[in-house]
């Protein structure tokens, strides 16, 4: 209710009349995502919806609430400003001017702090592109003016975190580019401090422990920080001490690739945006040593191992967070081997939940049961909503150099309760990185947990308690059993081959597998390696290895594409685009 009535009362402010200043994009988005857009494709929230080329996009019939809101933040005019052609203005203005007409004066499920912030940036960034060869202009500015004077009275409304930094953002960029919105300046660059003092960690990171989710903060504080900076006005101190203590921590979960670390709801970022936001920050701090916001790195050689070695988030900041204790990626070069399935929240509720869960991880899980467990929320019976609960409540870790590698072991109880066992994964990264050894332990460390073991054995028939360990593949790696079927030999588009072996105490199989990637119309097909077996004893340790099999110079020539010529991430028959 209070959110209609600002919204109500933001029209009746003073209109802005014109830019101060001449607004350029900071980025753009999907080119293939926003050539859908012009065909007609609309994919907002996980759901498509095939509408035709001439359909506006509020006359689509939402087919989830998280669509609609999906739409009203205007992401998608990053992707049609990435296409840049004529027909993608036409689109971009069409939708931008018929949202004014539908929904300006406050309506619509559009006007809510969060969605308002987001939509603001974009439109100063766009307004150009939006502009371009129109004569109402006037009609846009006093739009952007209302949701600037509805923004100004409801930010400390906005979720913390992400969409309280995006709608402080949006704020300065309004004062900063409207006439007569200069008054809202001041006191937002007082608040975006006290926001990153209070939601930026001192060691650079976040309580929801995503990593794109930084990377978006990052970069919304570069932007800021560089609009103040050409408007000779001073970021707060609190802002600029933020960018310098998240700078090395980015660095950190950033794979040998370019891209990020895949855990906990977030994605490996927007081609380019990592090295884009490092770069126009001018820190030069280097990677974290060790540890960076709960993940160990290793990197030796061409190869980076980025493992999860923290507890997992819990409460409110865990409604993205997934069961990845101890999970890890691998990448070689700019090659990604070992990953995670990632985020599902593109493809829906139930990708969302399936991509949250243990089996979705390259780690040690128990059949039918993840290091964390999913629940809802109090008063809150949204699927999309879900914490995690009944996760692991002490995780340590380890890490030496020994001779012939970087050694990182590290333990969690998310299955003590459940099954009386702690798991245990040690991992050996050559100094030269061409080869991983790991282990894998699951133990009963006393008595008390020696007698749930045993009564979760009695109960299975004697069987012994399930468990897997899975190692899902890159879609673009071939995969293939050999050595009668003890061992797996992965060939990478750069030409290396890895080989995976295992101490036989486990049945080896290659599986299919899902990647799910942000930007695709749906999951991609993969393929996982998996070692399966059972607990029959307090002490159960499986060993393996993953190493290149033939002699490679350490800096290989990589040229070769990462799909074929025309291959579109957002075509249902690209290569790679199995359906699931």
């Not at 600029?240 to 660095?251: K, S």
């Not at 670390?261 to 936001?277: I, K, M, Q, T, V």
């Not at 929240?345 to 899980?365: I, K």
């Not at 350490?554 to 579109?568: N, Y």
Request: hydrophobic share 40%; glycine share 10%; with cysteine.
């Amino acid at each position: 209710m209070l959110t209609r009535i600002h919204a109500r009362y933001a029209g009746m402010k003073r209109p802005a009349t014109a830019f101060n200043s001449q607004p350029e994009p900071r980025w753009i988005g999907h080119f293939a995502k926003g050539r859908q857009l012009v065909a007609g494709n609309y994919l907002f929230a996980g759901y498509l919806v095939e509408a035709g080329a001439n359909t506006l996009l509020w006359d689509v019939p939402p087919p989830a609430p998280s669509f609609e809101e999906d739409a009203h933040g205007f992401l998608w005019l990053d992707d049609l400003a990435a296409v840049g052609d004529g027909r993608a203005r036409e689109l971009a203005q069409a939708w931008s001017y018929a949202w004014i007409a539908r929904y300006g004066r406050g309506t619509g499920p559009g006007w809510t702090p969060d969605l308002t912030g987001r939509r603001l940036i974009r439109w100063i960034n766009h307004a150009l592109f939006v502009l371009s060869g129109r004569n109402d202009n006037d009609v846009f500015l006093r739009a952007l003016a209302r949701q600037t004077h509805f923004l100004a009275r409801r930010w400390k409304a906005t979720t913390p975190g992400l969409p309280r930094i995006e709608a402080l953002t949006g704020l300065i960029y309004a004062g900063l580019s409207l006439s007569g919105m200069e008054q809202y300046v001041p006191d937002s660059i007082v608040a975006l401090g006290r926001s990153c003092k209070s939601q930026i960690d001192a060691q650079g990171g976040l309580v929801t422990r995503n990593p794109e989710e930084l990377l978006e903060i990052f970069t919304l504080l570069n932007w800021s920080a560089l609009a103040l900076r050409e408007a000779d006005r001073d970021p707060a101190p609190a802002h600029l001490d933020a960018i310098e203590r998240i700078a090395p921590v980015l660095r950190a979960l950033r794979h040998a690739d370019g891209g990020l670390a895949r855990f906990h709801g977030g994605g490996r970022g927007l081609e380019g945006r990592l090295d884009a936001a490092l770069a126009s920050s001018g820190i030069k701090a280097e990677a974290t040593a060790d540890m960076a916001m709960g993940y160990a790195r290793m990197n030796a050689g061409r190869t980076t191992v980025i493992m999860d070695a923290a507890r997992p988030p819990v409460g409110a900041a865990s409604q993205n967070a997934h069961a990845s204790t101890l999970a890890f990626e691998l990448t070689s070069g700019r090659r990604p081997l070992i990953v995670n399935c990632g985020s599902g929240s593109v493809f829906g509720e139930d990708w969302q939940r399936a991509g949250r869960a243990t089996p979705s991880h390259s780690t040690l899980g128990l059949d039918g049961y993840s290091s964390s467990r999913l629940a809802h929320a109090r008063g809150n019976a949204d699927r999309r909503r879900e914490t995690l609960a009944d996760g692991p409540k002490e995780v340590l870790g380890e890490r030496r150099l020994t001779d012939f590698a970087i050694r990182q072991q590290a333990s969690h109880d998310g299955y003590r309760t459940t099954h009386g066992l702690v798991h245990v994964r040690t991992l050996e990264l050559t100094h030269n990185g061409r080869g991983i050894a790991g282990e894998d332990l699951l133990v009963a460390l006393n008595d008390r947990d020696r007698a749930l073991l045993n009564k979760q054995i009695d109960s299975s028939g004697l069987r012994g308690v399930d468990f897997t360990i899975r190692f899902h593949l890159h879609p673009e790696v071939d995969a293939v059993q050999d050595m009668g079927g003890k061992a797996v030999s992965i060939a990478l588009k750069s030409g290396e081959i890895w080989v995976f072996r295992h101490d036989a105490k486990a049945a080896l199989s290659l599986e299919p597998s899902v990647y799910l990637e942000k930007g695709r119309l749906r999951p991609r097909g993969t393929e996982q390696i998996v070692l399966s077996g059972r607990a029959l004893e307090e002490t159960n340790r499986i060993r393996w290895s993953l190493a290149k099999a033939q002699e490679t110079p350490l800096s290989i020539r990589d040229f070769k594409r990462d799909g074929p010529l025309g291959d579109d991430p957002y075509d249902p028959d690209a290569s790679g685009d199995r359906d699931y």
